[in-house]
Structure formats: structure tokens, C-alpha cells
């Protein structure tokens, strides 16, 4: 089970951070990422995290601004998100592969656990 939180309402340019801990079972060894959707439009891609965390992969939009971690001892999954603008206004979703020693993996069919998502607005 994966459990999102840290979403919320924030003005543009402003931060959050996401968290998503597993509970259940161990992250640790499992390639991790984040996605979106935003209202009316189709659930995408934002970010990525190999199983030890020393390759990631952004969506273009999001590059230089998001920054995805992960803390296999804490078994939880971050995401720091600087100079929000209101795109970026979405459900955000964590998700885990199920096979150990996975690397980055941007498509929602590579996943095989989802959290619940928490809300992200960034106003104008």
C-alpha cells in the first residue's frame, strides 16, 4: 500500500513536497515514480527514480523545477516541487514496480502499485 501526502494549496512559485510511504512492503530495490492528472485530461507522467536512486527521469515540463528522492530506510518516496505554476495543478500519484533491481520506468503500464494521490493546486 502506498499513501501520498504534503499536497495542498500554494500560490505560484511557491513549494511543496510530496511523500508517499509504503506500507506493506519494501521500496527498497524497487524502481519508483510519480504521475499526475489533472482535471478533464489523462494521468501523465512526471517523475522517476531507479532502485537505488542514482538514475531518475523528469517529463520536460517539469525539469529543473521538480526533484524526485527516495529513502529506502524510511521506505518512503519524495518529490520537492519549486517554482509551481498553476499547470502543474493536478492529482499527484505514487507508484512502485513490483520486480527488485528495476531501473526508471516513465509509462503507467510499467507500475504495479498505485497510491490514492493527493491534491495539488497552485494559484494564479
Known amino acids: 500500500q502506498l499513501v501520498e501526502s504534503g499536497g495542498g494549496l500554494v500560490q505560484a512559485g511557491g513549494s511543496l513536497k510530496l511523500s508517499c510511504v509504503a506500507s506493506r512492503r519494501t521500496i527498497s530495490g524497487r524502481a519508483m515514480g510519480w504521475f499526475r492528472q489533472a482535471p478533464g485530461k489523462e494521468r501523465e507522467f512526471v517523475a522517476t527514480?531507479?532502485?537505488?536512486?542514482?538514475?531518475?527521469d523528469y517529463r520536460d515540463s517539469v525539469k529543473g523545477r521538480f526533484t524526485i528522492t527516495r529513502d529506502n530506510a524510511e521506505n518512503t518516496l519524495f518529490l520537492q516541487m519549486n517554482s509551481l505554476k498553476p499547470e502543474d495543478t493536478a492529482v499527484y500519484y505514487c507508484?512502485?514496480?513490483?520486480?527488485?533491481?528495476?531501473?526508471?520506468?516513465?509509462?503507467?503500464?510499467?507500475?504495479?502499485?498505485w497510491g490514492q494521490g493527493t491534491q495539488v493546486t497552485v494559484s494564479s
Open positions: 507508484a512502485a514496480r513490483n520486480s527488485f533491481g528495476s531501473t526508471i520506468v516513465t509509462t503507467q503500464t510499467g507500475y504495479d502499485y
Open positions: 527514480i531507479n532502485w537505488n536512486g542514482a538514475i531518475t
